[in-house]
């Protein structure tokens, strides 16, 4: 995005071994012995020059405008002229005509469905630009991914699957190093960590706040260090360079067929010669650069959105500027093709001391009154199908290893591929067109139509005790946010099966769509549980497009489902029994439990009164209405699917005409509220749970009024937060906010609101330092939130807006479904405790995020015709005692199959430094306890992005200004492979990558 600024494996072509024995030789990232690709690969700088790094280079959004298709054929022109199948053939060809040009290419999506299109004289000549470091891979994730409403954990699956198309296709010459992060709409501390710890010498990025920039420019501190991990110290530290023009050329100076630029006229006998005139402009502009930066060196990135169609045209000018720029009497500078890693590694060599940075670059402003915060919130319903579907990916993943499933499953690769594919910057963050949004829609729900059929197969072979089963399948049940499930509706038996994909126990409440009054649940031991029959709202029964026959929900608890295994329950419904049907309960106004009270005011506002803590909370709706302008000037912005901003800022109260019904049971108390004809909520409060839960739904945002509106729950307690906050980065370390701030410079805010709004990917709070309390909320799906008052979180659910925002994508953020305007249903998690006891208030903090990000997954199985002896005589129905849980502080991050006879493996310590007392300790652990189904023969391990073993690593070494060196600990001590195979330590907020060798 420019704004205004099914295949199988391929054969393995390099570097991949099986052997028995040493585990050194499960696989080998090797070099082929012509190769001089990465530093060894970079053009001799001159030492009393200014270097011009010339960077050839596209940007390919794999989708906006057009789908990933469209873009990569080609088609849909008057939409937008690009071709990415074009950009890549008629590149190769140009950079085969001479040895000194260079190209750099990043998305490994496009890169991948052009590699399979091409002949093995192609292939061999792609391979040797790749070993010469003529053509080098840039990143390497499935796509340019976002940093601001992405999940770690779909971030690292998609840069491990697009380093291993690489690995596998090209060889380690194709093993990225530099982090290019040139589009996405600000940057997140995590990001930066991540890409440290895959092992990522530096990264360049392209947007920072205007303010940030200009100051980092006037003082030359827009080269530095981010320290991006207070708990990882070193490992996560990454060099990073801020691009001076984005990542556009020189004005004047794009030679494309998409561009109107002059091209180089050399002719002496032209009375069009340009070349004087073209040089002296390309000289002011270096030079105004270079001024800017601290070395010899500058960068200048030729290219731009899906440039390099026709590739002739950018090689030929460039050979020109290099020719005659070169040539001039008495040049001071020195031009030549590059790439990033060569001038990173220019820069290296200068061996300067550099500045630092802690925090992170949240929000992004492009100008006074453009603040891109509302891509927190665009599109809510499609950022919890990609929520929802990196919940069953990993379920996938781990069900294909416990199954024994084929590691090269072309439905699993397909999926991983989707889901890589909605991390895009403009697909996750909403920020495409809609019938763009609809294609990734498409493609996501085919792979989990796909993993449906994998998880079913793998589940009759998990769980059967005999080699002949009755005919029995597994469905899932995607709908569940609507209470709709055919399944549960249809059959007045069936067997519950619940996955979890989590390292420890996991206890949880099931709730599944009935029409029934009154059922027999029976779990692994043939014992009756506890049950509960709940209506289901009006308002949800009414969803737009909702087809279910289901009026009521099936309420019962789940008890320790075990680590990596399940639970199954068997339900029958009970024909002429007694009714369990909740009726509403008239004569209560609250519901409550030994830790709240809740209730509703008669202006529709919900009160929780803390019985254990002096904690006070009112949560309520409101709504900003959304400014509207030509975008000619920058205070007529309208308010988009990028950017948030509110027509004024003062918020607008929701006029509260609905009503609210109370039902309790043995085992959940709910509140049903609708505030208008728009928005509603559900509360619960379950016997075993802490949290308290809102279910809220939201829409059709009404517009007949033509003002678009972007709502808001505001959550407003008693606390004295002194104006701080605490949000997320990416699902993981928390990272502190303060209103009105800047920790890198004294800012300006003409929008007072969207300038606070930060990305909240799975949890924000706000802590009374005084008092010792802490208050949490934590959210199903990236919003932005953001604390405008002491003691008050405020989360946006979803936004409706007639005008576009003028930043590319060409129309107003008006989602619609079933012929009206979109329904989306969500939940928060409201907790709230003591600070004093640190270990347990945020063990349940994360316990909870999880449980949102991860939570069992539910299969059902039609049972007409077995009764419950009969299924438990073909079925077990635990998994209980095969694996014993991880301690509280450690997760299984991945568990899938890789190559043959191995399985990729990742352990993560889910505390940072100081957050508790004894879960911020190290951990050890042994991997065979968290493998009991195999013999494991070795075990290795690799960087974060499983492409290259920990002790080959060595990253480059920078210096702050600080004097602390730049501390690495893979490079002091690269060597961790466990010192007796299988047992190892995680320290506070590790990722430890393995590659594990196992037999059945």
């Known amino acids: 995005m420019s704004g205004i600024t099914v295949p199988l494996l391929l054969p393995l072509l390099f570097g991949y071994f099986l052997t028995s024995g040493n585990c050194a030789h499960i696989q080998t990232f090797t070099r082929s012995l012509e190769s001089t690709c990465g530093y060894a690969a970079c053009p001799t700088i001159s030492k009393d020059k200014l270097n011009i790094h010339l960077v050839p280079h596209t940007h390919d959004d794999v989708g906006w405008l057009k789908t990933v298709d469209q873009y990569y054929f080609g088609s849909q022109s008057l939409i937008q002229k690009a071709g990415v199948q074009y950009i890549l053939d008629t590149v190769i060809e140009e950079l085969l005509k001479d040895p000194q040009r260079r190209f750099i290419y990043v998305e490994t999506a496009f890169l991948w469905k052009w590699w399979l299109r091409q002949n093995d004289e192609v292939r061999q000549n792609v391979k040797t630009l790749i070993n010469e470091g003529r053509l080098e891979i840039i990143s390497g994730g499935w796509s340019m991914n976002d940093e601001g409403s992405t999940h770690y954990h779909s971030v690292i699956d998609q840069f491990t699957w697009g380093f291993r198309r690489l690995n596998d296709t090209f060889g380690t010459c194709a093993r990225p190093h530099i982090g290019w992060q040139i589009d996405p709409f600000g940057h997140s501390r995590e990001q930066a960590s991540m890409f440290a710890q895959m092992g990522f010498d530096g990264m360049f990025i392209g947007r920072l706040d205007y303010q940030d920039k200009l100051k980092r420019l006037s003082e030359k501190s827009a080269e530095f260090i981010w320290k991006a991990s207070p708990s990882l110290g070193g490992k996560a530290d990454l060099f990073t360079g801020v691009l001076f023009n984005n990542y556009s050329p020189p004005p ?90 060569c001038y990173l590694k220019a820069l290296h060599d200068a061996n300067l001391k550099w500045p630092t940075k802690t925090d992170d670059f949240f929000p ?24 929802m579907g990196n919940n069953l990916l990993q379920v996938c993943k781990q069900l294909s290893v416990l199954a024994h499933l084929d590691s090269k499953d072309e439905h699993l690769s397909h999926f991983r591929e989707a889901m890589g594919m909605m991390q895009h910057h403009d697909a996750i963050t909403g920020t495409e067109k809609q019938k763009v949004a609809s294609d990734y829609a498409r493609i996501l729900y085919a792979s989990v139509h796909q993993a449906e059929h994998l998880n079913s197969d793998a589940l009759r072979k998990i769980l059967a005790k005999e080699p002949e089963q009755p005919p029995v399948k597994f469905y899932s049940c995607l709908q569940l946010n609507i209470s709709s499930c055919k399944p549960t509706e249809e059959n007045k038996q069936f067997v519950v099966t619940l996955y979890n994909s989590q390292s420890r126990l996991v206890s949880t409440y099931v709730r599944l769509p009935v029409q029934g009054n009154s059922y027999s649940v029976k779990n692994s031991t043939g014992t009756e549980i506890t049950s509960q029959i709940v209506p289901i709202p009006e308002t949800v029964l009414n969803i737009p497009g909702r087809k279910s026959t289901a009026t009521k929900e099936l309420v019962f608890y789940a008890d320790e489902i075990p680590p990596l295994g399940y639970l199954s329950f068997y339900v029958t419904e009970k024909v002429n029994h007694q009714n369990d049907y909740i009726n509403e309960v008239q004569s209560d106004t609250s519901i409550g439990n030994s830790l709240y009270d809740v209730s509703v005011t008669s202006t529709g506002e919900i009160q929780i009164q803390w019985k254990n803590e002096k904690m006070k909370l009112v949560q309520s709706y409101h709504y900003y209405e959304g400014a509207e302008g030509n975008n000619k000037i920058f205070a007529n912005r309208s308010s988009g699917a990028y950017i948030f901003r509110p027509k004024k800022p003062e918020i607008n109260n929701l006029t509260y005409s609905g009503s609210f019904k109370i039902y309790k049971g043995p085992l959940v108390q709910e509140i049903h509220q609708t505030i208008n004809d728009w928005v509603s909520q559900v509360l619960r409060i379950y016997n075993m749970g802490k949290q308290i839960e809102f279910h809220w739904l939201v829409g059709p945002i009404p517009v007949g009024d033509k003002i678009g509106k972007e709502l808001v729950s505001r959550y407003s307690s008693n606390l004295k937060s002194e104006g701080t906050f605490y949000t997320d980065s990416n699902g993981r370390e928390m990272i502190k906010r303060l209103r009105n701030y800047r920790p890198t410079w004294q800012v300006k805010l003409a929008e007072p609101v969207s300038g606070n709004y930060y990305p909240v990917t799975s949890k924000i709070y706000l802590e009374d330092p005084k008092q010792g309390l802490r208050l949490n909320v934590l959210n199903d799906r990236a919003q932005g939130g953001t604390s405008m008052q002491d003691g008050e979180l405020e989360l946006m659910l979803h936004r409706r807006l007639l005008s576009d925002d003028a930043f590319g994508v060409g129309e107003a953020l008006n989602e619609e479904a079933f012929g009206k305007g979109l329904v989306a249903r969500g939940t928060h998690y409201i907790f709230g405790a003591s600070t ?67 399985i990729l493996l990742r352990l993560e310590h889910l505390f940072e430094v100081n957050e508790a007392q004894q879960l911020s300790q190290p951990v050890t652990l042994n991997i065979t306890d968290i493998l009991p189904w195999f013999t494991v023969t070795s075990v290795h391990e690799t960087t974060l992005g499983a492409n290259q073993w920990l002790e080959d690593e060595q990253r480059l070494k920078w210096e702050s200004e600080a004097n602390d060196a730049y501390r690495n600990d893979l490079n002091t001590n690269p060597q961790r492979v466990p010192e007796d195979g299988t047992t190892i330590t995680l320290k506070p907020m590790e990722i430890r990558t393995f590659i594990v060798e196992i037999k059945q």
């Open 364 to 387: 992004y402003a492009s100008d006074p009154h453009a603040y891109w915060t509302g891509y927190f919130t665009s599109r809510p319903t499609l950022k919890f199908f990609e929520r």
């Open 836 to 902: 004093t006891d640190k270990d347990n208030l945020v063990l349940e903090e994360k316990t909870l995020a999880l449980k949102l990000a991860l939570q069992p997954w539910t299969f059902v199985s039609p049972a007409v015709n077995l009764t419950y002896d009969e299924w438990k005589k073909f079925y077990k129905m635990t998994s209980a005692g095969e694996v014993k849980a991880l301690p509280p502080n450690v997760h299984i991050l991945t568990l899938e199959p890789w190559k043959e006879g191995t």
């Open 252 to 341: 004047g100076f794009c030679f494309d067929v998409l561009c109107a630029d002059e091209p180089l006229i050399d002719d002496p006998d032209s009375p069009d010669n340009n070349i004087a005139k073209r040089i002296d402009s390309f000289l002011n502009f270096t030079g105004e650069q270079a001024r800017h930066y601290r070395t010899n060196n500058a960068i200048l990135t030729m290219g731009g959105d899906f440039t390099y169609q026709h590739a002739q045209m950018w090689f030929k000018n460039l050979d020109s500027l290099i020719r005659y720029t070169n040539a001039r009497n008495g040049s001071t500078v020195n031009v030549f093709y590059s790439t990033p890693s």
